[in-house]
């Protein structure tokens, strides 16, 4: 009875309605097409990356995930500059913990050629590599403290070459100063030698 | 898990000031078991009295603080209790040092600054100016230094990286992280919900126009006999168009009553579906004509008074008054 009275009221309205709800599935239909074939489309695309195909991507449309492939890419074929100005660019649309492993990647590629460089006797070159690396991971673990793989990697790149961290500015109470282990005995001069 | 520590530092007021800095609580992370990349968070709570303000600009900043660890973020919240403020500063630390062994380091100590509005200095200095100088060093306190154990994350074999060495770094080195492939089910879910969703609608859009599943539906009388008058007309070729369409119209009119209608019986027709009541007119001057064209021999002056163009308008306006009621 009720339902009825309701149905009679809206009766005026009903083709209205009818129309409206279809639109808005065929809106719905559409973007659910959509995200399906750009899915699919991403899908293939970190396939054939994965493969070490050499594909290219748009970099303001893509998924995260193959972001991160064409990253993996780049930086596979030694185009570390490549692989730095596409996470630039992606940027903050990335979250964080694709962001965190594409510089933990980079990060590594960094420090495996560093170690190569330190068995070629270029220190110095390999010190600059490992600085930047050092500062990736660092940037990884903020953007997702949980890695335990950016952990490890980055003790390993910190014993790549010596770090001298306050070289220009000794400080005594930093913990790398040589433990106290003797008291000071009186009676012995201090000053020049 | 989190043990805590309160520290109360009683500080004087300056005198006869009731401002005062009643109390610092260091709310601290255990002080072991720490690792490279572990984050720690400190609650400092401050209470201070009367007029004095926790001096907010002199808090350290988000960024490195040594080069083994960074302050990751700071917040500061305030509130008010039996008069008292109390500032509630949570310190988040990342800790960066790659222990050889378990090592001790100290987290370094920070002061905190206040300043009273009540008592400005003798001379003349603006309020907000905390000077240490001219009061005492009374507005200040001090987050003490935290010594925290950091311990090593993997055993280190001293000749991992000589040069003469023959393994590889890469053994060493953990493996790089893996693009994952995106989960298409639910993006396939939802095309199927949606794509049920577009035939439902479609569904309701036929059943409310009476389109072919539904052209045999019941009830609908008048949407069918504006169809078939409608095609009668662009069709064009029937031996008498205008008598089919009386026809049609008037079968039209029997189904929907459930009996015979004729001219007389219009106003009861009319009286039990109230939606045809603006159609009135129309429909007597239909029945008229019909009346006219089948039992006199004038047909000509019953299409001349009712033409079938008014006819195929008035089926469909009969039909539209049934759509939007039934």
Known sequence: MRLNSILTFLAP????AFWILAAASVLWFGYAADSLISARRSNDNIRLLVERHDVPIDVKRAHPQEILARIDESVRRDHIDDAQSILSIAGDRLPPSVRAAALYNIANTRTRMAAEAVRKGQIDSATAMINLAKSEYRLALKLDPESWDARHNLDVAMRVVRDFPQA?????????????LWTDLPGIPKGLP | MRSWLAIVFLLLSVGG????IDAVNVYEPRKFGHFLGDTLERRVEVITSGNTELFTAALPRPGALTYWLDLVSIDLSE????????????LKYQIFYSALEAKQLDIPSFPLRFKNPNSVAPNGEAPSEPSDASQGGNYSATVPALRLVISPLRDIVLDD?????????????RPDAVPQEINVVPRERLLLASASALAGAGLLLLWHYAIWPFARRPKRPFTQADR??????????GEAPYRDSLLIL???????AGRRIFAADVPEFVAQHQRFSTLL???????ESSQLYFFSDDRRAAEDRFPISDLARLAADLAREERSAA
């Open chain 2, 17 to 20: 000031s009731s401002a005062a």
């Open chain 2, 79 to 90: 509130r008010e209790e039996n008069g008292r403020k109390i500032y509630d500063i949570t």
């Open chain 1, 168 to 180: 220009d500015n000794p400080d005594l109470s930093s913990p790398d100063a040589p433990k106290k």
């Open chain 2, 161 to 173: 990286l000589m040069p003469e060495k023959t393994g590889d770094i890469s053994d060493v080195m």
């Open chain 2, 281 to 287: 007119p129309r429909l007597k001057s239909f029945f």
């Open chain 1, 13 to 16: 309205q009903r083709g209205t």
């Open chain 2, 250 to 256: 008037h079968r039209a009119f029997d189904q929907s």
């Open chain 2, 228 to 237: 078939q008058i409608r095609s009668l007309q662009s069709g064009g070729a």
